[in-house]
């Protein structure tokens, strides 16, 4: 059996263990953890409730188990400043086709929030520089680094209790820094949301990738959350599979997915030969992961998978080679 075939295996074999998690009755904690429950001695009842008995007159009564509440982990700070963010991943090439080709990134960011009118509405605002190190191939020359220097904005605004708009705008500078013709590119995205259930949300847009080999796609999909800790995201061109492992109130849960993206980007390079020209390297991915969510932004993402369909191409002089399949590791902190 091939990788490939073995992944998918493992991806349905994740989707029917999540439809059945889905359906079936839930456990005592689970059902007691959508319901927020006062707490008179003066807990803000948003953590936990301990086991025992409270004292009720002169008689004793049972105390609501010690259970977690269905409170959302704000992903916000109450501030200007929200929060850095430094991230790093390995690419590690399964073969030697074109001389192989193995990638190295680090990134950092730091984030802060702009109120536009009101702090009901925040505009978020990320710059960010990354490094991305390629080892390879020997067939065509490639730059050992390459570069990406911007700024990430986004603002979700809610226009009422069941639509809402997300925009997503990054300039960025994508080079080796020996040239900046063609090196300005502009990533956008735009959705609309509505929520049509408790447990339905649709989303239709569109997303904009500013690359050599891809511009435009259609931003359109679903997601339905059958439980508070079980999420099917079918929303292309990223969809993915999220069940949550646990949950501390309103300050921290971890969730475990499963899911696929478009990896790659296109850098404006200068070649051996010295001329200019437009370098993209591109996959699809596969990936499972583990994150981290604490109240105030901060939080840990852990990501590992397949990646196919590899390639390098360079635009001007139409050159495109197809490259081995890799397995790829990622991770960043939020702090």
């Not at 609501?64 to 400043?81: A, K, M």
């Not at 978020?124 to 020997?138: E, K, L, M, Q």
């Not at 109130?249 to 980007?265: D, Y």
Request: with cysteine; hydrophobic share 40%; charged share 20%.
């Amino acid at each position: 059996m091939s990788i490939f075939a073995s992944f998918r295996c493992c991806a349905i074999a994740s989707c029917v263990t999540f439809l059945a998690l889905a359906v079936s009755p839930s456990d005592v904690s689970r059902v007691h953890a959508q319901q927020v429950i006062v707490d008179s001695s003066g807990n803000d009842g948003l953590d936990w409730y301990d086991p025992g008995e409270l004292i009720v007159g002169d008689e004793y009564a049972a105390a609501t188990p010690r259970l977690s509440l269905e409170v959302p982990v704000e992903r916000f700070r109450r501030g200007f400043y929200q929060g850095s963010e430094v991230s790093a991943g390995h690419v590690f090439g399964l073969g030697d086709r074109a001389g192989g080709l193995n990638q190295t990134f680090f990134e950092s960011r730091i984030s802060v929030g702009v109120p536009l009118g009101s702090l009901k509405n925040i505009l978020a605002v990320s710059p960010f520089f990354r490094f991305d190190f390629a080892d390879g191939p020997i067939e065509i020359d490639v730059p050992e680094t390459l570069y990406s220097t911007g700024v990430t904005l986004l603002q979700r605004k809610e226009w009422s209790e069941r639509c809402s708009t997300t925009v997503l705008l990054t300039p960025s500078v994508r080079s080796d820094f020996s040239t900046g013709e063609n090196a300005f590119r502009l990533f956008g995205l735009g959705m609309v949301n509505w929520q049509i259930s408790p447990r339905w949300n649709v989303a239709l847009g569109a997303v904009y990738f500013d690359r050599s080999d891809l511009s435009v796609l259609p931003v359109v999909g679903a997601t339905w959350t059958p439980r508070p800790w079980c999420k099917l995201d079918l929303t292309m061109p990223r969809p993915r599979l999220s069940y949550r492992l646990w949950k501390d109130g309103g300050v921290a849960e971890a969730w475990a997915f499963i899911g696929g993206q478009l990896g790659g980007n296109t850098w404006a390079v200068s070649r051996d030969d010295g001329s200019h020209d437009e370098l993209t390297i591109g996959d699809l991915r596969l990936l499972f992961g583990y994150e981290v969510l604490r109240k105030g932004n901060r939080g840990l993402l852990v990501e590992g998978g397949y990646a196919f369909n590899r390639s390098i191409e360079y635009e001007r002089q139409d050159v495109e080679i197809d490259l081995d399949d890799a397995l790829f590791l990622q991770a960043g902190w939020k702090f």
